[in-house]
T-cell receptor
Framework: GQNIDQPTEMTATEGAIVQINCTYQTSGFNGLFWYQQHAGEAPTFLSYNVLDGLEEKGRFSSFLSRSKGYSYLLLKELQMKDSASYLCAVMDSNYQLIWGAGTKLIIKP | DAGITQSPRHKVTETGTPVTLRCHQTENHRYMYWYRQDPGHGLRLIHYSYGVKDTDKGEVSDGYSVSRSKTEDFLLTLESATSSQTSVYFC????????????FGPGTRLTVT
């Protein structure tokens, strides 16, 4: 079957750096997405990786290793507004997104 | 923000009643999706559409049907609601498939009693 694994919850301190990992096993691979979802709101797009390596976008970076079935989202200079759930999703061979259950990130002052 | 709305935003209904949720977009995107989101689960695809009158099943389509008679509207119908269909339902749109992000509507919280 298809599976996306990510930690359920993480805690970090304001101003620090946090890395959220995602491992996947899917039928085919057409890219990996990261979304942010604040409580009670809709998911919003953060990043997309289809080739191995690091994609940087401001305070957020996303890394992909296709051979290892692994990605991480790196958040720098954490702010209180970064408290949210972070969703990892892989596009499979049918171009459907398979979603992880999300990682709830708690930021403490 | 992508122009995508959902109605109703909240609904409480009784077991066995039919329910229709509406998704409306103003972006003229070809692809539209219905997902459900439950605690402890990732978003799960119910149905999707790749054009007017062109739809296909997703991972959890049993008990749901959809229709798309216009580019801008995608309807999700629960023919006979059950308590297991209590969930938050999200509609999403995208311009294309690979490499295209999906934009999500605000969600509909459905409770079946």
């Amino acid at each position: 079957g298809q599976n996306i694994d990510q930690p359920t919850e993480m805690t970090a301190t304001e101003g620090a750096i946090v890395q959220i990992n995602c491992t996947y096993q899917t039928s085919g691979f057409n890219g990996l997405f990261w979304y942010q979802q604040h409580a009670g709101e809709a998911p919003t797009f953060l990043s997309y990786n289809v080739l191995d390596g690091l994609e940087e976008k401001g305070r957020f970076s996303s890394f992909l290793s296709r051979s290892k079935g692994y990605s991480y989202l790196l958040l720098k200079e954490l702010q209180m507004k970064d408290s949210a759930s972070y969703l990892c999703a892989v596009m499979d061979s049918n171009y459907q997104l398979i979603w992880g259950a999300g990682t709830k990130l708690i930021i403490k002052p | 923000d992508a122009g995508i709305t959902q109605s109703p935003r909240h609904k409480v209904t009784e077991t066995g009643t039919p329910v229709t949720l509406r998704c409306h977009q103003t972006e003229n995107h070809r692809y539209m999706y219905w997902y459900r989101q439950d605690p402890g689960h990732g978003l799960r695809l119910i149905h999707y559409s790749y054009g007017v009158k062109d739809t296909d099943k997703g991972e959890v389509s049993d008990g749901y049907s959809v229709s798309r008679s216009k580019t801008e509207d995608f309807l999700l119908t629960l023919e006979s609601a059950t308590s297991s269909q209590t969930s938050v339902y999200f509609c999403a749109i995208s311009e294309g498939l690979a490499a295209y992000e999906q934009y999500f509507g605000p969600g509909t919280r459905l409770t079946v009693t």
